[in-house]
C-alpha cells in the first residue's frame, strides 16, 4: 500500500476517532456533572427548607411558610415545594408561575426513615423529600406509658425539580456535537480526497492538528492553506475546535451558575435565625451560618475546612455523635441576669445512600424569649403585690388615721401626766411604723408612678442616715464616703429615702453583733450616677440572691420581716430608669450598687417644718365632715371642734348630698372621703358644685396616688389629704383651704 494511501487511511481514522472520542467524552462528563449539580442543589434547598420550617409547622405559621416556599422558588430550575404535616396532608405548596401543580406522592412516611432527603426521579426532572423532626415534652399520656417525650416528625418539606433546562442542554450539545461529527467525517472524506490528489503535507499538518487538539490544546488552530479543500477542511477543524471551546466554555459557565447557587444557598443559611453548622463524613465543617458565628463567637474563617473539634463544648461533642448516626438534643444556659443566655441544641446525621453522610447541628437562641417570659412573670407578681396592697392601705390608713389622729388630739391638751405623755409616744411611734409600712404597700399600689423631682443624693443621704441613725445601734459603725461629682438625680426624694432606710435596715439585721456601714457615691457609666451601700454582715447565699428581690420573700424570722423591703427597693430604682445590683460572698458582707441617671437641675430646697396647728383655726364655723368608716368620721369630728369648728356628720355619700341640700348655705368647709360605696367623694363634690355653691371642699383618702391632688382640683375640689393625719396636718390644709389668698 502506498504511503499515500496509509496517510489517508490514517488521516481518516484519526478524525473520525478524535471526534467521535471528544463528543461522546464531552456528553457523558457534562450530563453526570448536571446530574449531580442538580441534585444536590435539591437536597441542600430542601434541606434548608425542613430546617427553616420546624417551629413555623409546629406554630402553624403558614405565612412564614410562604415565604420560605418563596425564597425557594427563586432557585434555578425550582418549580413547586411544599410541606406536609405529621399525617401526610398538604399544608401548603407553592408553584412557580405558568406551571402545573404536581401530583403529591402516597405513603410518604414510609420512606423518610433517615434524615437525609429521598430523590424520586420523576418524569419531568427530580422530587426531593425530607421529614421534618421536632423535639417535644412528652405529655401525660406519654408518660403514665413510659414512652417519654423525644423527637417526632411533625411534617415533611417536599421540592420539585424541572429537568428541562438539563435536557435542553443535552440536545443542544448532543445536536451540535453530532453536527460537529458529521462534519468531521465529511471533512476527512474531503481530506482523503485532497490527499489521494497528492496533497500530503496539508493533510500531515490537519493530521497534527487534530491530534493536538485530541490532545486537549483547544487554542491550536489549523493553518488554512494549500487548495481551497484542504483550506476549508482546516476551517472546519478550526470552527469544530472553536465548538468544542464554546462547550467547554458553556460548561465553565453551568459550574459558575451551580457556584452562584450555591452561594444562593449560603446566603439563605445566613439569613435563618437559627444558627446552622454541619460537617461531612470525615468530620470536617463544611457549614457554618452566620447565626451559628453569632451564637459560638467564631468566624468562618476559622472553622470552614477544619475538624469539628475546633468548635467548643458542647457543640463539637453534639455533632461528632450526629455524625456517628444519632440524633441528640441539648440546652445550654450561659452567663447570669440580664446577660444570660439560653440555647436549643439539636444535632443528627445527614443520611448519604448507604452511610451517614456527616452531621448538621442547628443552634436555636431563646435567650430573649426567656428573658421576656421572666419579665412578664415579674410584671405579673407586682401587679398582683400592688392590687393587694392598695385595699390594705386604705383599711389599715383609715385605722391609723383613728390611732394618730386621738393622740395628736390628746396631745393638743396641756399639762398631761408624765405617763400618760410616755404612752401617746409609744402608741405614736407605733402608730407611725405601721404608716411606714402602709407607704411601702402604697408604693406598690402605685404601679411604679412617682413624683418627679431634682434630688440631691448626698443631701438625701445625709438626711436619711441622721433619721436612722438611732434605729442602727451603738455597735455599728457608718461611713459616708462621697465620690461623685454630680449627684443630682431626678425622682421622688421620699420614695428615693425609703429604699436607702430599707438597705440601712437590712444591713443592720445582717450584723446581730455589730460591725460596719459604708454609703458611697461614684460616677457611673455615661450620665450616671452610682450610690453604693456596703456592710460586714453575713453576706446573701449565692443561690438566694435571685429571689431577695421576689415580693414577700424574706430570709428573717417569723414577725421580723415582711418581704417587702427589698422589692419595693428594686421596684423603686427600675421606676426610676435605674439598676440594682448585689455582690458580696456568704460571710463577707453584701454590697448592693444602685445605678441612677443624673440630671442637671438643681435641687429644690427642703419644706418648713409644720407649724403647731392653733385650737382657733375653726373660728366656730360650720363644717360637714363626710366618712364611711365610724372611727375616722368620731376621730375627725373630735379634731375639727378642737380646733373651733362646728361640725355636722355624715356616714356616707347620700347622706352628704341629703345633708348639704337641706342645710343649704350653711356650710363654710366640707371634709368628704374619696372611696366611699354608692357615691363616692368625687361624685359628691359634682353634686356641691352642679348646685352652684363654692363652698371649700377637702377630699380625704387612705388610698392617694400620685397626681391625687390635681385629679381632686379638675372635680371642682380645693385641695387634698391624705390618711393618715394628724391635728397639725388637718389644721394646716384647713387653713390653707379657708384661706387661699394668704397661701399664695
Not at 75 to 88: M, S
Not at 378 to 405: C, P, R, W, Y
Not at 639 to 654: C, M, N, S, Y
Request: aromatic share 4%; proline share 4%.
Amino acid at each position: 500500500m502506498k504511503i499515500r494511501q496509509r496517510l489517508v487511511r490514517m488521516t481518516l481514522l484519526v478524525v473520525a476517532v478524535t471526534t467521535v472520542s471528544m463528543a461522546a467524552w464531552s456528553l457523558t462528563i457534562h450530563r453526570h456533572a448536571l446530574e449531580e449539580a442538580v441534585v444536590l442543589r435539591g437536597e441542600t434547598i430542601v434541606t434548608s427548607l425542613a430546617g427553616g420550617g420546624r417551629y413555623a409547622i409546629q406554630l402553624v405559621d403558614r405565612e412564614a411558610l410562604d415565604n420560605l416556599c418563596v425564597t425557594a422558588l427563586h432557585a434555578p430550575d425550582v418549580v413547586a415545594t411544599a410541606f406536609l404535616d405529621a399525617t401526610g396532608e398538604p399544608l401548603l405548596m407553592r408553584t412557580r408561575a405558568g406551571e402545573a401543580v404536581p401530583p403529591l406522592p402516597a405513603a410518604v412516611g414510609e420512606e423518610l426513615r433517615g434524615d437525609r432527603p429521598v430523590v424520586h426521579r420523576t418524569a419531568s426532572g427530580w422530587l426531593f423529600l425530607t421529614s421534618i423532626v421536632a423535639s417535644h415534652e412528652p405529655s401525660p399520656e406519654e408518660l403514665l406509658l413510659g414512652t417519654g417525650g423525644g423527637e417526632s416528625q411533625v411534617g415533611t418539606a417536599l421540592l420539585w425539580f424541572s429537568d428541562a433546562g438539563l435536557r435542553a442542554a443535552l440536545r443542544r450539545d448532543t445536536a451540535g456535537l453530532a453536527g460537529i461529527t458529521v462534519a468531521a467525517v465529511v471533512l476527512a472524506l474531503i481530506v482523503a480526497r485532497l490527499l489521494s490528489r497528492g496533497l500530503v503535507r496539508p493533510m500531515a499538518r490537519l493530521t497534527e492538528g487534530a491530534q493536538r487538539l485530541a490532545a486537549g490544546d483547544l487554542d491550536h488552530r489549523v493553518p488554512e492553506s494549500g487548495d481551497a479543500e484542504v483550506a476549508t477542511l482546516a476551517r472546519t477543524v478550526n470552527r469544530m475546535a472553536g465548538e468544542i471551546q464554546s462547550h467547554l466554555a458553556e460548561r465553565e459557565r453551568r459550574a459558575a451558575e451551580i457556584g452562584r447557587a450555591n452561594d444562593f444557598l449560603e446566603s439563605v443559611l445566613d439569613s435563618s435565625p437559627t444558627g446552622i453548622a454541619a460537617c461531612d463524613p470525615e468530620g470536617n465543617m463544611t457549614a457554618f451560618s452566620a447565626a451559628a458565628e453569632v451564637l459560638t463567637g467564631l468566624a468562618k474563617r476559622q472553622v470552614l475546612g477544619r475538624p469539628v473539634g475546633v468548635l467548643p463544648e458542647p457543640f463539637a461533642t453534639l455533632l461528632t455523635r450526629a455524625s456517628a448516626g444519632e440524633a441528640v438534643s441539648d440546652t445550654l444556659e450561659r452567663g447570669e441576669g440580664d446577660a444570660a443566655s439560653v440555647l436549643d441544641l439539636h444535632a443528627v446525621g445527614i443520611r448519604g445512600e448507604r452511610r451517614i453522610g456527616g452531621g448538621l447541628l442547628l443552634l436555636v437562641d431563646r435567650s430573649e424569649r426567656t428573658r421576656l417570659e421572666r419579665q412578664l412573670l415579674q410584671a405579673q407578681k407586682m401587679e398582683s403585690v400592688g392590687t393587694l396592697a392598695g385595699g390594705i392601705a386604705h383599711d389599715f390608713n383609715n385605722l391609723l388615721t383613728s390611732i394618730l389622729g386621738n393622740v395628736s388630739f390628746l396631745r393638743t391638751f396641756d399639762e398631761l401626766p408624765a405617763d400618760v405623755e410616755e404612752t401617746l409616744g409609744q402608741i405614736e411611734r407605733s402608730g407611725m411604723r405601721a404608716a411606714e409600712l402602709t407607704g411601702q404597700l402604697l408604693a406598690f399600689a402605685r404601679g411604679g408612678k412617682y413624683r418627679q423631682e431634682p434630688v440631691e443624693l448626698h443631701q438625701l443621704v445625709r438626711t436619711t442616715v441622721e433619721m436612722v441613725r438611732g434605729a442602727l445601734g451603738h455597735a455599728i459603725d457608718l461611713h459616708l464616703d462621697f465620690a461623685a461629682p454630680r449627684a443630682c438625680v431626678l425622682g421622688d426624694a421620699g420614695q428615693l429615702q425609703q429604699v436607702l432606710t430599707n438597705l440601712l435596715v437590712n444591713a443592720r439585721d445582717a450584723m446581730a453583733d455589730g460591725g460596719w456601714i459604708r454609703i458611697a457615691t461614684r460616677a457611673g457609666a455615661g450620665e450616671s450616677v452610682e450610690l453604693i451601700c456596703q456592710d460586714s454582715g453575713s453576706g446573701i447565699p449565692e443561690p438566694l440572691r435571685e429571689r431577695i428581690f421576689e415580693p414577700f420573700y424574706t430570709t428573717k424570722e417569723v414577725g421580723k420581716g415582711t418581704g417587702l423591703g427589698l422589692a419595693m427597693v428594686y421596684g423603686i430604682v427600675h421606676n426610676h430608669g435605674g439598676t440594682v445590683r448585689v455582690s458580696g460572698a456568704e460571710g463577707e458582707g453584701a454590697c448592693f450598687t444602685i445605678t441612677l441617671p443624673v440630671c442637671d437641675h438643681p435641687a429644690a430646697a427642703p419644706p418648713p417644718p409644720p407649724a403647731t396647728p392653733a385650737t382657733a383655726v375653726g373660728g366656730g364655723r360650720r363644717v360637714l365632715l363626710v366618712d364611711d368608716e365610724a372611727v375616722v368620721r368620731e376621730v375627725g369630728r373630735r379634731i375639727l371642734a378642737r380646733i373651733g369648728f362646728e361640725v355636722v356628720t355624715a356616714e356616707d355619700g347620700e347622706v352628704a348630698v341629703a345633708t348639704f341640700r337641706r342645710e343649704a348655705g350653711r356650710f363654710d368647709l366640707c371634709l368628704i372621703d374619696l372611696t366611699m360605696p354608692a357615691l363616692g367623694g368625687r361624685e359628691v363634690v359634682s353634686v356641691i358644685r352642679d348646685s352652684g355653691s363654692t363652698v371649700p371642699i377637702l377630699l380625704v383618702s387612705g388610698h392617694s396616688e400620685d397626681g391625687e391632688v390635681e385629679r381632686s382640683i379638675e372635680c371642682g375640689a380645693n385641695g387634698f389629704l391624705a390618711k393618715p393625719y394628724t391635728v397639725a396636718e388637718l389644721s394646716a390644709e384647713v387653713t390653707r383651704v379657708l384661706h387661699p389668698a394668704a397661701n399664695a
